[in-house]
């Protein structure tokens, strides 16, 4: 299974095609179709052939990602995976570097990554209170939905990140464009008074 963030709105240059082609390239390598849930609409429409009603879901995140949205995909992804309905999810989602830099990412959610796996035989044993199973049982999901407000986090800031750099860019353009409009609306002006004097001194 695959999460995918992008976005619910427009003006954000390439930032839906690169993180839907990183995405297209699993599901055509995928022996058979995955289960998909996605945080917007945006770029649905190069995946468009591997979405059916019995494998998408749809959860929109706000430009200003709530813990409990974290908290309603948590539900959904943990609820197929205790169901054996999926055996692996894996998260796609922009990384932000930094204002001009970002990268798409996948990272799996579950099963655990093998760093929480003890592998030690020589390890100290200590003693938990409360007991380590009933502790694992309160600490594992919110590790789990901490992971999942990380990636809605950063997938936000990498969209208002490249919806900034696409907005000076229009910006830019537009200004370049007035300037030389600007200039060539002056030169005609110019070119009709010089015109106007010549006929006038020329009787």
């Known amino acids: 299974m695959y999460v995918v963030f992008n976005s619910a709105k427009g003006m954000v240059g390439g930032y839906n095609s690169e993180i839907m082609g990183k995405t297209l390239q699993l599901l055509e390598a995928a022996e058979k179709p995955p289960f998909l849930m996605t945080t917007g609409t945006r770029g649905l429409v190069m995946i468009d052939q591997f979405i059916h009603d019995d494998n998408f879901k749809m959860i929109t995140v706000g430009d200003i990602p709530q813990f409990k949205h974290t908290e309603e995909i948590y539900g959904h992804l943990i609820g197929l995976y205790q169901d054996r309905v999926v055996s692996e999810i894996n998260l796609i989602y922009t990384e ?4 001009v830099k970002n990268q798409v990412v996948m990272k799996r959610f579950l099963p655990l990554d093998e760093e929480f796996a003890v592998t030690d035989p020589d390890r100290t044993e200590y003693e938990f209170q409360p007991q380590p199973d009933r502790m694992q049982d309160r600490i594992f999901p919110l590790y789990l939905k901490e992971k999942l407000y990380n990636c809605a986090l950063h997938a936000k800031t990498s969209e208002q990140a490249v919806r900034m750099r696409s907005m000076d860019s229009a910006t830019k353009n537009a200004d370049g464009l007035l300037n030389d409009l600007s ?18 001194v020329g009787g």
Do not use: A, D, G
């Open 183 to 200: 200039k060539q609306f002056n030169r005609l002006r110019q070119n009709t008074i010089t015109q106007q004097i010549t006929e006038i």
């Open 96 to 99: 932000y570097l930094s204002p």
